[in-house]
Protein backbone atom coordinates (compact mmCIF):
# COMPACT_ATOMS: atom_id res chain seq x y z
CA UNK A 1 0.00 0.00 0.00
CA UNK A 2 1.41 3.43 -1.00
CA UNK A 3 1.41 6.31 -3.12
CA UNK A 4 4.40 8.82 -3.86
CA UNK A 5 7.62 7.70 -5.77
CA UNK A 6 9.12 6.87 -2.55
CA UNK A 7 7.17 3.58 -2.44
CA UNK A 8 8.72 2.22 -5.98
CA UNK A 9 11.59 1.03 -5.36
CA UNK A 10 10.11 -1.25 -2.37
CA UNK A 11 7.55 -2.53 -4.84
CA UNK A 12 10.72 -3.29 -7.82
CA UNK A 13 12.72 -5.31 -5.21
CA UNK A 14 9.82 -7.35 -4.09
CA UNK A 15 8.77 -8.39 -7.76
CA UNK A 16 13.16 -8.76 -8.73
CA UNK A 17 13.22 -10.95 -5.86
CA UNK A 18 9.96 -12.86 -6.89
CA UNK A 19 7.33 -12.58 -4.21
CA UNK A 20 4.05 -12.77 -5.33
CA UNK A 21 2.16 -9.53 -4.82
CA UNK A 22 -1.64 -10.09 -5.41
CA UNK A 23 -2.28 -5.91 -5.35
CA UNK A 24 -1.45 -2.60 -4.54
CA UNK A 25 -3.35 -0.19 -3.06
CA UNK A 26 -3.02 3.68 -3.66
CA UNK A 27 -4.93 6.32 -3.66
CA UNK A 28 -8.01 7.18 -6.64
CA UNK A 29 -6.85 9.04 -9.28
CA UNK A 30 -6.66 12.79 -9.31
CA UNK A 31 -7.55 15.64 -12.19
CA UNK A 32 -4.94 17.93 -12.09
CA UNK A 33 -4.34 20.86 -14.21
CA UNK A 34 -5.81 23.32 -16.35
CA UNK A 35 -6.84 20.68 -18.64
CA UNK A 36 -8.10 18.64 -15.40
CA UNK A 37 -6.07 15.60 -16.69
CA UNK A 38 -6.74 12.38 -14.76
CA UNK A 39 -3.38 11.87 -12.92
CA UNK A 40 -2.41 8.23 -11.54
CA UNK A 41 -0.64 7.68 -8.36
CA UNK A 42 3.58 6.73 -8.76
CA UNK A 43 2.30 3.66 -7.32
CA UNK A 44 -0.48 3.01 -9.83
CA UNK A 45 1.87 4.03 -12.79
CA UNK A 46 4.39 1.49 -11.94
CA UNK A 47 0.78 -1.49 -11.24
CA UNK A 48 -0.03 -0.76 -14.95
CA UNK A 49 3.57 -0.83 -16.45
CA UNK A 50 4.00 -4.33 -14.41
CA UNK A 51 0.67 -5.74 -14.52
CA UNK A 52 -0.41 -5.45 -11.10
CA UNK A 53 -3.68 -5.52 -9.73
CA UNK A 54 -4.52 -2.11 -8.67
CA UNK A 55 -6.82 -1.48 -5.29
CA UNK A 56 -7.91 2.84 -5.08
CA UNK A 57 -10.34 3.02 -2.39
CA UNK A 58 -12.05 6.01 -1.67
CA UNK A 59 -12.80 5.23 2.08
CA UNK A 60 -10.59 2.55 4.07
CA UNK A 61 -12.88 1.96 6.29
CA UNK A 62 -15.68 1.02 3.87
CA UNK A 63 -16.65 -2.61 3.73
CA UNK A 64 -16.16 -3.31 0.45
CA UNK A 65 -12.39 -2.58 0.43
CA UNK A 66 -12.36 -4.52 3.88
CA UNK A 67 -13.91 -7.12 2.02
CA UNK A 68 -11.81 -7.41 -0.97
CA UNK A 69 -8.64 -7.49 0.55
CA UNK A 70 -9.88 -10.17 3.29
CA UNK A 71 -10.75 -11.91 -0.20
CA UNK A 72 -6.81 -11.67 -1.42
CA UNK A 73 -6.22 -13.41 1.52
CA UNK A 74 -2.89 -11.94 2.43
CA UNK A 75 -0.06 -13.25 4.14
CA UNK A 76 1.53 -9.79 5.04
CA UNK A 77 0.29 -6.04 3.91
CA UNK A 78 3.36 -3.56 3.71
CA UNK A 79 2.61 -0.09 4.12
CA UNK A 80 4.98 2.61 2.26
CA UNK A 81 3.73 6.34 2.12
CA UNK A 82 0.00 5.96 2.45
CA UNK A 83 -2.33 6.84 4.59
CA UNK A 84 -3.48 5.73 8.24
CA UNK A 85 -4.78 2.13 7.92
CA UNK A 86 -7.78 0.83 10.43
CA UNK A 87 -7.04 -1.92 12.78
CA UNK A 88 -9.80 -3.71 10.96
CA UNK A 89 -7.67 -3.94 7.39
CA UNK A 90 -4.08 -3.71 9.13
CA UNK A 91 -5.04 -7.20 11.44
CA UNK A 92 -6.16 -8.92 8.16
CA UNK A 93 -2.78 -10.60 7.43
CA UNK A 94 -1.90 -13.60 9.48
CA UNK A 95 1.93 -12.35 9.58
CA UNK A 96 0.46 -9.19 10.08
CA UNK A 97 1.28 -5.49 8.49
CA UNK A 98 4.22 -3.42 8.89
CA UNK A 99 5.51 0.23 7.47
CA UNK A 100 8.50 1.61 6.09
CA UNK A 101 9.09 5.23 8.08
CA UNK A 102 11.58 7.45 6.85
CA UNK A 103 13.40 8.39 10.52
CA UNK A 104 15.20 6.84 12.98
CA UNK A 105 12.06 5.87 14.82
CA UNK A 106 10.85 7.01 17.76
CA UNK A 107 12.58 9.94 15.71
CA UNK A 108 10.45 11.90 13.13
CA UNK A 109 7.15 10.20 13.69
CA UNK A 110 4.80 11.96 11.23
CA UNK A 111 4.04 13.23 7.99
CA UNK A 112 7.69 14.85 7.08
CA UNK A 113 10.24 13.08 8.53
CA UNK A 114 12.83 13.53 6.21
CA UNK A 115 11.75 17.72 5.37
CA UNK A 116 12.09 17.68 9.30
CA UNK A 117 14.82 16.02 10.05
CA UNK A 118 17.24 18.44 7.61
CA UNK A 119 15.24 21.57 9.13
CA UNK A 120 16.61 20.84 12.44
CA UNK A 121 20.14 20.26 11.36
CA UNK A 122 20.23 16.56 11.83
CA UNK A 123 23.40 14.52 10.97
CA UNK A 124 21.52 11.33 10.08
CA UNK A 125 18.69 9.41 9.46
CA UNK A 126 17.32 6.49 8.32
CA UNK A 127 14.72 4.02 7.82
CA UNK A 128 12.48 2.09 10.15
CA UNK A 129 10.44 -1.36 9.85
CA UNK A 130 7.51 -1.60 12.56
CA UNK A 131 4.52 -3.84 12.77
CA UNK A 132 1.25 -1.45 12.65
CA UNK A 133 -0.72 -0.65 15.99
CA UNK A 134 -3.59 1.84 16.75
CA UNK A 135 -1.41 5.16 16.86
CA UNK A 136 0.64 6.22 14.34
CA UNK A 137 4.27 5.27 14.31
CA UNK A 138 4.32 3.79 17.35
CA UNK A 139 4.24 0.29 16.47
CA UNK A 140 7.48 -2.76 17.50
CA UNK A 141 9.89 -2.06 15.48
CA UNK A 142 11.55 -4.89 13.36
CA UNK A 143 14.37 -3.42 11.43
CA UNK A 144 16.57 -0.10 11.42
CA UNK A 145 19.01 1.23 8.86
CA UNK A 146 20.65 4.36 9.15
CA UNK A 147 22.43 7.45 6.57
CA UNK A 148 24.81 10.37 7.19
CA UNK A 149 23.03 13.47 5.67
CA UNK A 150 25.91 14.80 3.97
CA UNK A 151 26.32 18.75 3.79
CA UNK A 152 24.89 19.15 0.90
CA UNK A 153 21.82 16.80 0.87
CA UNK A 154 18.51 18.61 0.19
CA UNK A 155 14.76 16.91 0.90
CA UNK A 156 14.96 16.17 -2.45
CA UNK A 157 18.47 13.72 -2.78
CA UNK A 158 17.76 12.29 0.98
CA UNK A 159 14.49 11.31 0.05
CA UNK A 160 15.70 9.36 -3.14
CA UNK A 161 18.63 8.02 -1.06
CA UNK A 162 15.87 6.66 1.68
CA UNK A 163 13.93 5.44 -0.85
CA UNK A 164 16.67 3.00 -2.09
CA UNK A 165 17.52 2.05 1.44
CA UNK A 166 14.05 1.77 2.21
CA UNK A 167 13.47 -0.57 -0.41
CA UNK A 168 16.34 -3.26 1.07
CA UNK A 169 14.86 -2.79 4.58
CA UNK A 170 11.93 -3.78 3.31
CA UNK A 171 13.05 -7.28 1.24
CA UNK A 172 14.78 -7.64 4.70
CA UNK A 173 12.10 -7.47 6.71
CA UNK A 174 9.68 -9.42 4.63
CA UNK A 175 12.95 -12.42 4.38
CA UNK A 176 12.61 -12.01 8.36
CA UNK A 177 9.07 -12.37 8.63
CA UNK A 178 9.09 -15.29 6.08
CA UNK A 179 11.82 -17.30 8.60
CA UNK A 180 8.99 -16.68 11.46
CA UNK A 181 12.49 -15.46 13.75
CA UNK A 182 11.20 -12.01 13.61
CA UNK A 183 12.46 -10.30 17.15
CA UNK A 184 11.23 -6.76 17.87
CA UNK A 185 11.99 -3.82 19.93
CA UNK A 186 9.78 -1.81 21.60
CA UNK A 187 10.10 2.03 20.85
CA UNK A 188 11.40 3.80 23.94
CA UNK A 189 8.73 6.81 24.38
CA UNK A 190 11.45 9.19 26.11
CA UNK A 191 13.27 9.85 22.68
CA UNK A 192 10.03 10.38 20.46
CA UNK A 193 9.47 13.89 18.33
CA UNK A 194 7.39 14.82 16.01
CA UNK A 195 7.56 15.16 12.34
CA UNK A 196 4.23 16.88 11.71
CA UNK A 197 3.02 18.24 8.23
CA UNK A 198 4.43 21.07 6.22
CA UNK A 199 1.99 24.27 5.92
CA UNK A 200 2.62 27.36 4.09
CA UNK A 201 3.66 29.28 7.27
CA UNK A 202 6.73 27.20 7.78
CA UNK A 203 8.33 27.40 4.34
CA UNK A 204 8.99 31.58 5.38
CA UNK A 205 12.47 32.55 5.57
CA UNK A 206 13.16 34.64 9.10
CA UNK A 207 16.08 36.37 8.16
CA UNK A 208 16.30 37.34 11.79
CA UNK A 209 17.68 34.06 12.50
CA UNK A 210 20.82 32.21 12.78
CA UNK A 211 22.25 31.35 8.31
CA UNK A 212 22.79 27.86 9.23
CA UNK A 213 19.12 27.40 11.01
CA UNK A 214 17.97 29.18 7.66
CA UNK A 215 20.23 27.27 4.95
CA UNK A 216 18.49 24.21 7.04
CA UNK A 217 15.39 25.26 6.13
CA UNK A 218 16.00 25.87 2.68
CA UNK A 219 17.69 22.75 2.42
CA UNK A 220 14.56 20.91 4.37
CA UNK A 221 12.34 22.17 2.10
CA UNK A 222 14.15 21.75 -1.73
CA UNK A 223 12.86 21.46 -4.28
CA UNK A 224 9.32 21.04 -2.64
CA UNK A 225 7.72 22.99 -1.49
CA UNK A 226 10.77 25.48 -1.22
CA UNK A 227 11.81 28.05 1.27
CA UNK A 228 10.12 31.71 0.58
CA UNK A 229 10.54 35.07 0.92
CA UNK A 230 9.27 38.11 -0.34
CA UNK A 231 10.71 40.60 -2.28
CA UNK A 232 8.65 43.68 -3.43
CA UNK A 233 5.46 41.81 -2.27
CA UNK A 234 5.93 38.97 -4.64
CA UNK A 235 6.94 35.77 -3.51
CA UNK A 236 10.68 34.53 -4.14
CA UNK A 237 11.33 30.76 -3.63
CA UNK A 238 14.82 29.99 -2.49
CA UNK A 239 16.09 26.26 -3.62
CA UNK A 240 19.82 26.38 -2.60
CA UNK A 241 22.52 28.40 -0.66
CA UNK A 242 25.55 28.78 1.22
CA UNK A 243 27.14 29.44 4.55
CA UNK A 244 29.73 32.56 4.44
CA UNK A 245 32.80 33.92 6.57
CA UNK A 246 31.48 37.15 5.39
CA UNK A 247 30.19 39.12 8.74
CA UNK A 248 26.98 40.96 8.05
CA UNK A 249 26.40 44.57 7.31
CA UNK A 250 23.64 45.71 7.74
CA UNK A 251 20.11 44.88 9.15
CA UNK A 252 18.53 41.07 8.79
CA UNK A 253 16.88 40.97 4.68
CA UNK A 254 18.77 43.27 3.20
CA UNK A 255 20.52 42.22 -0.46
CA UNK A 256 23.86 42.42 -1.55
CA UNK A 257 25.79 41.88 -4.13
CA UNK A 258 29.46 41.20 -4.24
CA UNK A 259 31.94 39.84 -7.54
CA UNK A 260 28.68 38.77 -9.05
CA UNK A 261 27.16 37.00 -6.10
CA UNK A 262 23.94 37.08 -4.06
CA UNK A 263 23.80 37.73 -0.27
CA UNK A 264 21.47 37.96 2.30
CA UNK A 265 22.63 39.70 5.77
CA UNK A 266 20.65 37.51 8.72
CA UNK A 267 21.67 37.81 12.50
CA UNK A 268 25.03 36.33 12.01
CA UNK A 269 26.87 36.02 8.91
CA UNK A 270 26.12 37.06 5.23
CA UNK A 271 24.00 33.82 3.68
CA UNK A 272 24.71 33.24 -0.15
CA UNK A 273 21.93 32.56 -2.24
CA UNK A 274 22.45 30.51 -5.39
CA UNK A 275 19.28 29.34 -6.58
CA UNK A 276 16.08 31.08 -6.69
CA UNK A 277 12.67 31.79 -8.33
CA UNK A 278 10.74 35.01 -8.43
CA UNK A 279 7.25 34.68 -8.83
CA UNK A 280 5.80 33.38 -12.11
CA UNK A 281 9.00 33.17 -13.76
CA UNK A 282 11.55 29.86 -13.71
CA UNK A 283 14.08 28.47 -11.64
CA UNK A 284 17.24 30.26 -12.00
CA UNK A 285 20.79 30.64 -10.45
CA UNK A 286 21.40 33.73 -8.69
CA UNK A 287 23.98 35.12 -11.37
CA UNK A 288 20.67 35.26 -13.96
CA UNK A 289 18.58 36.76 -11.19
CA UNK A 290 21.16 39.58 -10.32
CA UNK A 291 21.40 40.70 -13.73
CA UNK A 292 17.62 41.16 -13.77
CA UNK A 293 18.13 43.63 -10.47
CA UNK A 294 18.08 47.28 -10.51
CA UNK A 295 21.28 48.11 -9.72
CA UNK A 296 20.16 51.53 -8.70
CA UNK A 297 17.45 49.99 -5.99
CA UNK A 298 17.83 49.18 -2.40
CA UNK A 299 16.08 45.52 -1.84
CA UNK A 300 15.07 44.01 1.49
CA UNK A 301 13.80 40.43 1.99
CA UNK A 302 10.78 39.91 4.35
Keep these: MGTPAFAVPSIDILLQNNYNISALVTVPDKRKGRGLKIQYSEVKKFALA ?16 ISEIKRLNPDLIIVVAFKILPESVFTIPKSGTFNLHASLLPKYRGAAPINRAIMNGEKKTGVTTFFLEKSVDTGNIILQKEIEIDNSDNAGTLHGKLSLLGAETVLETVKII ?11 ESLATGAPKIFKEDCRINWHRHPEIIRNLIRGLSPYPAAFTFLENNILKIFSSELTNYPSDSEPGMLSVRDKKLFVNT ?6 LTEVQPE ?8 EFINGLDKNKVYKLG
Excluded: A
Excluded at 50 to 65: A, M, R, S
Excluded at 267 to 272: F, R
Design 178 to 188: ESGNVITVTQD
Design 280 to 287: GKRRMTSH
Design 50 to 65: NNLNVIQPDNLKDELF
Design 267 to 272: SGNLLE
